[in-house]
Every structure is written in C-alpha cells, then in structure tokens.
T-cell receptor, first 117, second 114 residues
Framework: GAVVSQHPSRVICKSGTSVKIECRSL??????MFWYRQFPKQSLMLMAT?????????EQGVEKDKFLINHASLTLSTLTVTSAHPEDSSFYIC?????????????FGPGTRLTVL | GESVGLHLPTLSVQEGDNSIINCAYS??????FIWYKQESGKGPQFIID???NMDKRQGQRVTVLLNKTVKHLSLQIAATQPGDSAVYFC?????????????WGLGTSLAVNP
C-alpha cells in the first residue's frame, strides 16, 4: 500500500514551453501533497505544500506564478512549470500524506526528470 | 566506516562491514526524524524513523540513534551489502501551520565495495 506515481518519468522540452507533471496516490487518499526539486548531488528542496481543495503554500523564493500547483482531488496533484528555461532543468519529486494515517508519514513518488533545451 | 555530514560526503565501506552515517540537525524543536535512502534517478525510500522521546530505534539491519543534547542523528547499517549503495538523507519533521513538512539534510553517499 501507499504507492505514489508520477508522470511523466522524464520530459525534454524547448525553452519557453510549459510542462505539466502529475502526481497520483494510487491506493490512498492524499489530503496533503508536497513538491520538491532536486539538483544533481544535492538534497531535496521543498517547493510547496498543497492541501486538497485549497491553494498551495509556497516556500520562500519559489515563484508561484512559474510553478503552478493544483490539488483538485484527493488522489491527484499537478505541477506545471510555465515558460520553462534551462535553469528549471531538475529532478522534481512529489510526496503525499495519507489522511488516514499518522501525520508524520510521507510517501514519495519516483520523480520526474525535466530537461529544458 | 563513519562520516560526518556537513557537506556531501562519500562513505566507502567493504561488503559485510558496518556503516555509520551521521547527521546534524538544526531545529531543537523538531520532534520527529527520518532516514531515507535514494538510489540514482529514483525518489527517496523510507528506511526508519524516530521520535524525539526516544534515543534509539532498531529495524532490520538498521539502527537510528538520536542525541538531542548535541542535535545529532546517526544511522547504523549492519553487514552492509552492495544493494545498500545509495545516497542517505536525514530529515527532521517541522510543523508549518497544520502540516508537518520535512527539512532535509545534505545527504551522504554510501559506496559498498564487494
């Protein structure tokens, strides 16, 4: 149980285009989802926290108009990188918290590798 | 082998040896700590967690030690195997409103030599 999927697993796009990444909880209801980005050989950096049905809370320094997060259902959150540039190339990882379990547990997706040319 | 994680260190051990990965955390108010394993190109995988009211917790081949006095966390892996090669992150749980978010350490790369 507690499986989180991400789609696509990797994407290559041209500079200036927008890219949408999906995060799904497959066997539980995710009341809260988290989006992270990770550069090579670095740690995970939390970008935003989203609760189902409400606006995402962005971390300091993360542009909410550039990284659009939608958490419209209890099993799906999307991250849209708008007008992507090469510096947005990174590994994007989502995690989800099961509303039926204790507050501490986050279950992570396999990540999405974004390359912007 | 042993490492101290203020940068991104690499710990190299022989198969069968015990590994100790260290982590210094920052927030004295944190009450929950987790160790994750991340293999190349994959998402983090939960290993073991510990609450602040404990100083030791054991799992299968892994032990986490917590020293709140010096804000130090360690992960011990017994009889390290090649499949244990990965980057290991400690994370501390911090409350942000009604949500608990994770603050991540820098990570330690573990290389197991056969």
């Amino acid at each position: 149980g507690a499986v989180v999927s991400q789609h696509p697993s990797r994407v290559i796009c041209k500079s200036g285009t927008s890219v949408k990444i999906e995060c799904r909880s497959l066997d539980f209801q995710a009341t809260t989802m988290f989006w992270y980005r990770q550069f090579p050989k670095q740690s995970l950096m939390l970008m935003a926290t989203s609760n189902e049905g409400s606006k995402a809370t962005y971390e300091q320094g993360v542009e909410k108009d550039k990284f659009l997060i939608n958490h419209a259902s209890l099993t799906l959150s999307t991250l849209t990188v708008t007008s992507a540039h090469p510096e947005d190339s990174s590994f994007y990882i989502c995690s989800a918290r099961d509303g039926a379990r204790r507050l501490n547990e986050q279950f992570f997706g396999p990540g999405t590798r974004l390359t912007v040319l | 082998g042993e490492s101290v994680g203020l940068h991104l260190p690499t710990l190299s051990v022989q198969e069968g040896d015990n590994s100790i990965i260290n982590c210094a955390y920052s927030n004295s108010a944190s009450d929950y700590f987790i160790w994750y394993k991340q293999e190349s190109g994959k998402g983090p995988q939960f290993i073991i967690d510990i609450r602040s009211n404990m100083d030791k917790r054991q799992g299968q081949r892994v032990t986490v030690l917590l020293n709140k006095t010096v804000k130090h966390l360690s992960l011990q892996i017994a009889a390290t195997q090649p499949g244990d090669s990965a980057v290991y992150f400690c994370a501390e749980g911090a409350w942000a409103g009604n949500n608990r978010k994770l603050i991540w350490g820098l990570g330690t790369s573990l290389a197991v030599n056969p």
